[in-house]
């Protein structure tokens, strides 16, 4: 070993035990005390351990994609970093789509992998996969344990990496034999590392720069994304708006860090955005850009995207800063001490800026282009199901969604009000994401309702969960939009297509069936005055039994999400759809 | 505007680290014209010396891309810094007896160095600049280059400019 370790030892001696006995200890170190995962051969004397030590919770998970989706619904809903325990070759190829999830969406995730003995790496072994060059480019960072006598100091580590600065998923890879070996090597009381010194405060030349910006800002906006979330800096977001009246857009993976209820908030941005969250960055002259990363599905066509802003852009990741859209001002750091060292800025300001003029456009396209859709008679509108599950949840309550038009019309439509309480594959775009995660984040959060809103393709990705659900009894209540299409897909096809539906009409299975073959519940719901029971029996149902509990909703199969703006198109011209005005 | 920059990256020593960074590069589509790697003056750390085509924004990314892997120390664009540059190549050239003298002439003219010698073949090293190892290149074709091999630049900053080892640890805790 020549890397290493300013890790400083524990003082005192250490008392030998095997590597796997030491990753238990490390593991209940960070305050790990539930773990997702499937044994198999060469992660078993992990299990041995756990078995043997006999505090920490375990769920067995149906398929270790859906382990790694509940993990990341636990670190979504706590903040702390999800845990996944799998075996080598499958049991860890298993987890790739878990992990680019994660990455995508800056989700803390700890995976560790069992792996062939040292002695039979690189000899294509029953099992054996090249899970460290095979996960490189999906996760944070990545180890290959060689040796018993560096594992605890490679667990700090990924923690550590895995839980600061942009949050995002480790794994460690772990032989057999390393397992097995004795170690009297400590636990490293901290964590140096050269390589690696996530930012905090931003630099007070750049801060000053922004506020001078902003102090000269005719129309300016804040754009807020998931880091806000992850820095915990919800409060100062509001803060910082409301001193200045400044209004707020929250992207997809923000939804949660500013109330979407509230009267300075214009919802989300991009592709399926609002008309006036659109037409708002598109016009504004100062863009404060927070922990987003601005990707191609908020931006549309970059050279239209936002053409008179003055960008202001903090990120704790100064390679999203200038990676997408050039920067004025770059802010490199932490959301909240920046936010912070803003809301310092504004309140020694003589006066406020008068931007009534601003919030008077922003009121008429907000009159201009509302969120809408049309009503059928006798046909449930996919909308109307997420309204109803907003009118019955609480603030505190958490919602998952899988991927497609039923996550976008969530979005749209659910009533955001509190930070951890979102889950959704925003950068990776996981269908079957929702359900896991939800199970997650309901082990997180027991005293709080979850409910996933679903898509019936999605919904099918990951249904072996079910199991999982049923056998840990976690009573989360899934509500699929089942339209029997792969909706979004369906939507592109009848738009740009010229209606070729290929391949996009599905025939599920009786989703309430299947649900009560597991030893769940299940309701099939067809008609939209059942919407509102169905939904309220479900949440009563569920608490009750402390089962899941399936409503395979039947809703309208046209329906298309609105506005949408075309890929690669200017997002100002976006198309509005039937109520969201004319354009 | 496109052109070729030169970068020096301080990475760990550790088996895995050139896969990773090599890796990063294909990923992120950026262009490499050379990569060369050894070990520094401390065997923990080995020096990537890479020489990437792009705008100054792709300059920019790969710094930040490369700042932001846990296995690289440090990152400098040798660029902003006066540098030396060197790169070696072995050059195995067609040479029978007959033409012999006017090769040796040229390996002269170059301050090259010939360094095996067979009966229809000879084997010479040239280090310089790659404009310098170009023109030998070049200028051997005519008589037939048989095998060639080159090591892809090498660069340090004059002086005490940049591109040492960091002396000390950053506290990563206290971030």
Known sequence: ?583 | MSRVHPISAIVINESGVLARIAGMFARRGFNIDSLAVGETQDPKYSRMTILVRGDNRVLEQVVKQLNRMVDVIEVNDLAQSPHVERELALIKVQAPAAGRGEIIELVDIFRAKIVDVAAKQLVIEISGNSDKVDAMIDMLKPYGIAELARTGRIILARGSGASVAPAAAVDAVAA
């Open chain 1, 1 to 583: 070993m020549n890397t290493d370790l300013k890790t400083k030892p524990h003082k005192g001696t250490t008392p030998k035990r095997s590597g796997a006995e030491a990753a238990i200890e490390a593991l209940k170190a960070e305050g790990v005390e539930l773990l997702f995962g499937v044994t198999g051969g060469a992660i078993m004397p992990m299990y041995d351990a756990l078995f043997r030590d006999g505090t920490l919770r375990h769920i067995i998970v149906g398929h270790e994609q859906g382990g790694a989706h509940m993990a990341e619904g636990y670190a979504r809903v706590t903040g702390e970093p999800g845990v996944i325990l799998t075996t080598s070759g499958p049991g860890a190829t298993n987890l790739v789509t878990g992990l680019a999830d994660a990455i995508m969406d800056s989700t803390p995730l700890v995976a560790i992998t069992g792996q062939v003995a040292t002695s039979l790496i690189g000899n294509d072994a029953f099992q054996e996969a090249d899970v460290r060059g095979i996960t490189m480019p999906v996760t944070k960072h990545n180890y290959l344990i060689q040796r018993a006598d560096e594992l605890p100091r490679i667990f700090a580590e990924g923690f550590h990496i895995a839980r600061t600065g942009r949050p995002g998923p480790v794994l460690i890879d772990l032989p057999k034999d390393v397992s097995n070996t004795q170690t009297a090597a400590p636990r490293p009381e901290r964590v140096q590392l050269e390589g690696y010194d996530p930012p905090y405060q931003g630099h007070p030349h750049q801060i000053q720069r922004a506020l001078q910006a902003l102090q000269q800002a005719h129309k300016p906006v804040i754009l807020a994304g998931g880091g806000v979330l992850h820095a915990e800096a919800c409060g100062e977001l509001r803060e910082f708006a409301e001193a200045l009246n400044l209004p707020v857009v929250s992207t997809l993976m923000g939804l949660g860090n500013f109330p979407t209820d509230h009267a300075l908030s214009l919802g989300m941005p991009g592709m399926h955005g609002t008309g006036y969250a659109i037409l708002s960055l598109y016009h504004c002259d100062v863009m404060i850009c927070v922990g987003t990363r601005l990707d191609d599905r908020i931006t549309g066509k970059l050279d239209e995207f936002a053409p008179w802003a003055k960008l202001i852009h903090i990120d704790i990741d100064a390679s999203e800063i200038g990676k997408n859209v050039p920067a004025l001002v770059p802010v490199v750091g932490h959301a909240k001490p920046v936010l912070q060292e803003l809301i310092g800025g504004i309140k020694r300001w003589e006066s406020k800026p008068d931007w009534s003029a601003w919030h008077k456009q922003l009121a008429a396209w907000r009159k201009e282009h509302p969120l809408g859709y049309e009503q059928k008679a006798d046909t449930i509108m996919p909308q109307m199901v997420v309204q109803e599950v907003d009118a019955l949840l609480d603030d505190d309550d958490i919602i998952s969604t899988g991927v497609g038009q039923h996550q976008m019309w969530t979005a749209q439509y659910y009533t955001f009000r509190k930070p951890r309480t979102w889950l959704t594959s925003g950068g990776l775009g996981t269908m079957g994401y929702g359900f896991p995660a939800a199970i997650g984040a309901k082990l997180a959060k027991p005293h709080q309702r979850v409910v996933c809103i679903d898509g019936d393709g999605s919904f099918l990705m990951t249904i072996q969960e079910l199991a999982t659900a049923v056998r840990y009894r976690v009573p989360v209540v899934v509500a699929v939009l089942n339209n029997l299409y792969l909706g979004m897909v369906r939507q592109w096809q009848e738009l740009f297509y010229e209606r070729r539906y290929a391949e996009t009409g599905l025939t599920p299975p009786p989703y309430d069936k299947v649900a009560q073959a597991f030893g769940a519940l299940g309701r099939r719901v067809e008609r939209p005055e059942q919407v509102r029971p169905a939904l309220q029996w479900a949440l009563q149902q569920a608490e009750a039994s402390q089962l899941p509990v399936v409503l395979d909703i039947l809703v309208d199969a046209q329906e298309c999400v609105y506005p949408m703006v075309p890929a690669g198109q200017a997002n100002f011209k976006f198309i509005a759809g039937p109520k969201g005005g004319k354009r």
